[in-house]
T-cell receptor
Framework: NAGVTQTPKFRVLKTGQSMTLLCAQD?????MYWYRQDPGMGLRLIHY???????AKGEVPDGYNVSRLKKQNFLLGLESAAPSQTSVYFC?????????????FGPGTRLTVT | GNSVTQMEGPVTLSEEAFLTINCTYT??????LFWYVQYPGEGLQLLLK?????DKGSNKGFEATYRKETTSFHLEKGSVQVSDSAVYFC??????????FGTGTRLQVFP
């Protein structure tokens, strides 16, 4: 099992450009999450999904959109990138029940917006 | 609302020293509590967890006890190694959907 994978690992964007980050998991997990990690602020939840075809807003959703068309994939889109979106983005997934609600994380995508 | 407070870092220790990283939480009811570790350049990995009061989570020599009376989940290790250098996150889950993280504590261990 590859677990949770993220594509790409690094990206540099200019202000106003768009991009999509891909998260894939092969554990048949129902729940998937997108976080951003900034210095001194821990991880903040952007959007999440409790199943295929569903999405919900987290703590900091503005400027981002998501889609969950397939159970194994969760896409995070930036329509018009801003320097404030420079961050490290992590995807995570978990089962519906069991594991005490443990989330499994991907390796991260480092995004720089200039 | 639900929240997690961790001690600020960095925590700097010599190899074989005793480690404590404090974590306290605010939540209604009985949340599950977690410690995650992030090694340089990597994602977060679950280190240990506790799902009810007085439970002790343990892994790789690390321990934490769920203390409902003090709303705490402090991380301890008796003898740290250089390879333990990482950022440690305390987290709680109160409802079925989300984890709430503390801001993280960087541990640096020197030989």
């Amino acid at each position: 099992n590859a677990g949770v994978t993220q594509t790409p690992k690094f990206r540099v964007l200019k202000t106003g450009q768009s991009m999509t980050l891909l998260c894939a998991q092969d554990m048949n997990h129902e729940y998937m999450y997108w976080y951003r990690q900034d210095p001194g602020m821990g991880l903040r939840l952007i959007h999440y999904s409790v199943g295929e075809g569903t999405t919900a807003k987290g703590e900091v959703p503005d400027g981002y959109n998501v889609s969950r068309l397939k159970k194994q994939n969760f896409l995070l889109g930036l329509e018009s990138a801003a320097p404030s979106q420079t961050s490290v983005y992590f995807c995570a997934s978990r089962r519906t029940t069991g594991d005490g609600r443990e989330q499994y994380f991907g390796p991260g995508t480092r995004l720089t917006v200039t | 609302g639900n929240s997690v407070t961790q001690m600020e870092g960095p925590v700097t220790l010599s190899e074989e020293a005793f480690l404590t990283i404090n974590c306290t939480y605010t939540a209604t009811g009985y949340p599950s509590l977690f410690w995650y570790v992030q090694y340089p350049g990597e994602g977060l990995q679950l280190l240990l967890k506790a799902t009810k009061a007085d439970d002790k989570g343990s892994n790789k020599g690390f321990e934490a006890t769920y203390r409902k009376e003090t709303t705490s989940f402090h991380l301890e290790k008796g003898s740290v190694q250089v390879s333990d250098s990482a950022v440690y996150f305390c987290a709680l889950s109160r409802d079925t959907d989300k984890l709430i993280f503390g801001t993280g504590t960087r541990l640096q261990v020197f030989p």
